[in-house]
């Protein structure tokens, strides 16, 4: 039986599919959009069932009785954007460190003196349950607000069993219950908590023989995450964690090169990880090892934004190195507190002198590969599900030229019209 398009949105003036390779990897390919021009994009049920020219789409779906018609009135359509590293379970806001890192504190000073993610942390367990969930939906409410319609979202402000498992928890709910699409991430070595800073090799045993194993027997994570920086985990600590995540069967991340360069996107590469995140600092061998790996490299703009950094990751030569890029919010209560995607591909035209059609493969094909959904999520072809945002925009390049408002008219997730109408 032929399926019928319970939803069709036509006169699509731009429509960016991204169909073709995926992850896109060097200037060619991340520039290109899969574009077409006057489009349109037929949707049964909850997946695409035609996406092209909007007069070829339109003569090959049959409507249903009840199908819903948008036109587009020759507006851009791209797929629903995939943020693929946040922190969004808290419920404290630091907004005092903020003032403090303006008057000249480094966000390392304040970190070492117990304030930063460790202050995140005693805030967070004791919050109770019911105020996290609330918390955080309001945030995700405000991501699909932008166009996101997928995160991936990590743990790592409990450092305790109960308080990480609580947060994934939340993670796991919050997935059964909202439109956008949470994946989630472990993140038990953020930070070394209060009560362990003089026996950290306890924290880690914990970590492996206790934290793991739970997290594992409720299959609440893909993936594993870490903070490998100086003064937070070092490099033989980070392989030995992450060792003991890969043989629990979980996929690997690390935050990497974010504020020095300790070899932690050389370490990513060695130990085949899905992504390496922020890499401000990256040296030369962890661009051509992440290049040989095909470890994606999350580039987390508003992180440097936020902090008020000079620089920011060298986007251009890994792109000319051979590195898969991806671009995500960092969306957390210290470094960076944004929901907006949009205003990180700003970022990345501005400070890393990304081209339009770069910043969205990155923040759609390209992100879904960070999140092991390369070809599942982040293009529009038959078959896959129907996410996608329709914009009150003409021309895609107006997405970082038009910086800092929000020009989404409509959200679709799974087929259905959430934002917007
Ligand atoms: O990605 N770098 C470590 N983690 C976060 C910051 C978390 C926090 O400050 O609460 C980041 O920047
Ligand atoms: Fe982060």
């Known amino acids: 039986m032929k399926k019928k398009a319970t939803l069709l949105v036509k006169n699509i003036g731009q429509l960016v599919t991204m169909t073709g390779p995926f992850p896109r990897i060097g200037k060619k ?22 996406v092209g020219e909007s007069e070829v789409v339109e003569g090959k779906a049959p409507l249903s009785d009840s199908c819903k018609v948008i036109d587009a009135k020759g507006a851009v359509v791209t797929p629903g954007l995939i943020d693929p590293h ?30 930063g993610i460790r202050a995140s942390v ?44 609580k947060q994934l928890e ?14 989630p991430t472990f993140l038990g070595a953020h930070e070394i908590p209060d009560e362990y800073r003089n026996q950290r090799n306890e924290y880690i045993d914990i970590i492996i023989n206790e934290m793991l194993p739970a997290v594992i027997k409720d299959n609440l994570a893909e993936f594993s995450d870490i903070f490998t920086e100086e003064g937070v985990y070092d490099i033989e600590e980070s392989r030995k964690i992450q060792q003991a995540a890969r043989d629990a069967g979980l996929g690997l991340k690390f935050h ?66 051979g590195v898969t890029i991806a671009l995500s919010t960092d969306c ?16 990345a035209a501005l400070e890393m002198k990304m081209t339009a059609a770069e910043a969205l493969s990155a923040v759609t094909v390209n992100a879904a590969c960070a999140i092991n959904r390369g070809g599942k999520i982040g293009q529009l072809q038959p078959e896959m599900p129907a996410d996608f945002v329709i914009w009150d925009m003409a021309d895609y390049r107006e997405l970082p030229y038009h910086y800092a408002v929000n020009l989404v008219t409509r959200v679709i997730k799974s087929g259905q019209v959430v934002v917007g109408d």
């Open 29 to 50: 390919q991340l520039n290109d959009l899969g574009l077409v021009e006057g489009g349109g994009i037929a949707v049964a049920g909850n997946e695409i069932l035609a």
């Open 86 to 115: 946040t922190h969004p379970v808290f419920s404290m806001t630091r907004e005092k460190e903020f003032e403090m890192r303006i008057a000249g504190k480094s966000y390392m000073e304040i970190a070492q003196t117990g304030g």
């Open 122 to 165: 005693r805030d967070l367990r004791s919050a109770p349950r019911k105020q996290l969930m609330e918390k955080t939906k309001k945030r995700l409410d405000r991501m699909l607000r932008y166009g996101v319609t997928t995160i991936e979202a990590k743990s790592g402000y409990g450092l305790s069993t109960d308080a990480e498992l």
């Open 170 to 183: 939340v993670i796991r709910d919050l997935n059964q219950t909202h439109s956008i699409d949470l994946v």
């Open 256 to 321: 990497a090169d974010e504020l020095k360069s300790v070899g932690g996107a050389e370490l990513a590469a060695e130990m085949g990880a899905i992504s390496a995140d922020h890499l401000v600092y990256i040296s030369d061998a962890g661009i051509s090892a992440l290049a040989k790996s095909g470890t994606v490299a999350v580039l987390l703009p508003g992180t440097t934004f936020s902090l008020s950094g000079k620089q920011y990751a060298p986007a251009r030569i890994m792109i000319e190195e």
């Open 332 to 347: 957390n209560p210290g470094s960076s507190f944004s929901e907006s995607l949009p205003f990180m591909i700003s970022l």
